[in-house]
């Protein structure tokens, strides 16, 4: 891009808003949020199965899917998951957050 001249909304975003962006982004906090939540991606993709095994958009298999039985197991599954999964975030973040700080993370992110 050396060549190539920046529009002027370019210029604006790069100098006035990325900054304050960039800044707020980088703190702990938000670093052991961001970090912290990636421990959850097993729970969010076998919870989503789940709700889409559970509320399938066609009307004939979402019928025999019901009348089987099967959607109201699906529909705990799914429940239970994400349940769990906002329990897990909780110990992810603590973690994160710990470790980050340079400590021993294993019992304050537990607690």
Known sequence: MSGQKQSGFSVF???????PVMKF?????IQALQNGMIYTLPFILIGSIFLILGNIPIPAVANAITASGWGAFFNQAYTTTFS???????????YIYVKNEGYEPLAPGLT
């Open 13 to 19: 975003v790069n100098k006035r808003i990325l900054p």
């Open 25 to 29: 982004v980088n703190t702990k906090a």
């Open 84 to 94: 769990i999964m906002a329990m897990w975030a909780a110990v992810g973040i603590a």
